[in-house]
């Protein structure tokens, strides 16, 4: 047993459930320099698509510390050889001369930018920006900005630049979460503020899909710290939980990132769902919350407090029978089951602790149905 095969179960039962989707996955990185010892090479990236079935990503540089006209050479080099699956970004740090390195990658062939302001330490007024922003704007191409954690709000500045750059697709990393509060509403005025889902927590992501326009958020994975196929697998179910259509969740999953690779008018995908009225389910709620703890310690490094955690939630699994969600609390104890054989078994794999994210992504979509696990490996 191993992390696909636990969650493809999953995946194909929500897949359907949503009408059978292609996936574009459009936050992916290659490197094995950063600093954080995450690494991903082209073999493993494809792998990590071809479980999903993906047809394709935006990819770029991990961090480099040394700088990045070499590694934005490889991506380029690497996308080459794959063919139109991999559409290559290049990453540029605004204090290395940003807008002339943006300038000769896009010659040699990246069709888009990435940046990262918690990696190279900056905020999106710096100076270079506004010549790069404009580079976009002037080719059609996308800026692809991290925007989760570890970074001052930055908000304020990517509107502004939005507005004076409308033909640069912004699109702003990990649902935005470092300015969601607020940007949600000034987005349904700029078309081309985009949001990738590139992010772990389900309260977040639930805001995003309901609260932003559809056709203004692209899929993502950010592997090699997420998967393509896990990603989808949460990422479909809140989008059900929300009621998006179809056809909202096909721009989402593949469409929208296509227009944007090929320069093309960007789809219009309606407005916002909004808040929808629903019915309590206070003891998956709870459970919920009890799983994203136990898979933050985990992730921040202590097992012990993650394992208390996992405890309590195990024990939030000891419902009556006889009530309406007795099947989604059954479901995720086959989901914690496996995360524990699986974590016995490789300790050291820091990807399983995603298993965990999945199992209180369940029970924040108490409305999307769990697929039959009869015929799941046994633990």
Not at 340 to 351: I, M, Q
Request: aromatic residues 6%.
């Amino acid at each position: 047993m191993d992390l696909d095969t636990v969650t493809r179960p999953w995946f194909d039962a929500v897949r359907r459930q949503a009408g059978c989707p292609k996936l574009f996955d459009a936050h992916t990185h290659l490197g094995h320099n950063d600093p954080d010892g995450f690494k991903q090479a082209p073999a493993e990236l494809e792998a990590v698509l071809d479980a999903a079935g993906a047809i394709g990503c935006f990819v770029f540089p991990m961090h480099e510390p040394d700088g990045y006209p070499e590694a934005n050479d490889r991506v380029l080099a690497i996308a080459a050889a794959a063919g139109p699956r991999f559409v290559p970004f290049c990453r540029v740090n605004p204090f290395a001369d940003a807008p002339a390195e943006a300038r000769r990658a896009l010659a040699a062939g990246a069709r888009g930018i990435k940046l990262h302001p918690r990696a190279e330490g900056f905020t999106l007024d710096h100076p270079a920006l506004r010549e790069v922003f404009a580079i976009a704007d002037e080719q059609r191409v996308p800026i692809l900005i991290h925007a989760g954690r570890g970074i001052p709000a930055l908000g304020v500045h990517a509107v502004a630049l939005a507005r004076e750059f409308p033909n640069a697709r912004v699109i702003l990393a990990h649902a935005g979460v470092s300015d969601l509060a607020w940007l949600w509403q000034v987005a349904r005025e700029l078309p081309n503020l985009l949001f990738d889902s590139a992010w772990w927590m389900p309260a977040d992501l639930l805001t995003l899909f309901a609260l932003v326009p559809p056709g203004q958020i692209v899929f993502a994975s950010d592997a090699p710290y997420g998967s393509t196929m896990l990603a989808a697998t949460g990422q479909l179910r809140l989008a059900l939980q929300v009621g998006l259509t179809a056809e909202q969740i096909r721009i989402i999953t593949s469409e929208q990132s296509l227009r944007i690779a090929a320069r093309e008018p960007l789809l219009d995908g309606g407005p916002a769902v909004g808040e929808q009225e629903r019915d309590q389910h206070l003891l998956l709620d709870r459970l919920a919350e009890l799983l994203q703890m136990a898979a933050q310690l985990s992730f921040r490094g202590a097992p012990e407090a993650g394992a208390e955690m996992l405890a309590l939630a195990r024990q939030a699994c000891a419902v009556p029978d006889d009530i309406e969600d007795a099947p989604i609390f059954a479901a995720i104890v086959r989901l914690l089951d496996s995360y524990e054989r699986l974590a016995a078994e490789s300790p050291d794999d820091h990807g399983l602790r995603s298993l965990l994210t999945l199992a209180a992504t369940v029970a924040k979509t108490p409305d999307v149905p769990v697929p039959d696990l009869e015929t799941a490996p046994a633990d």
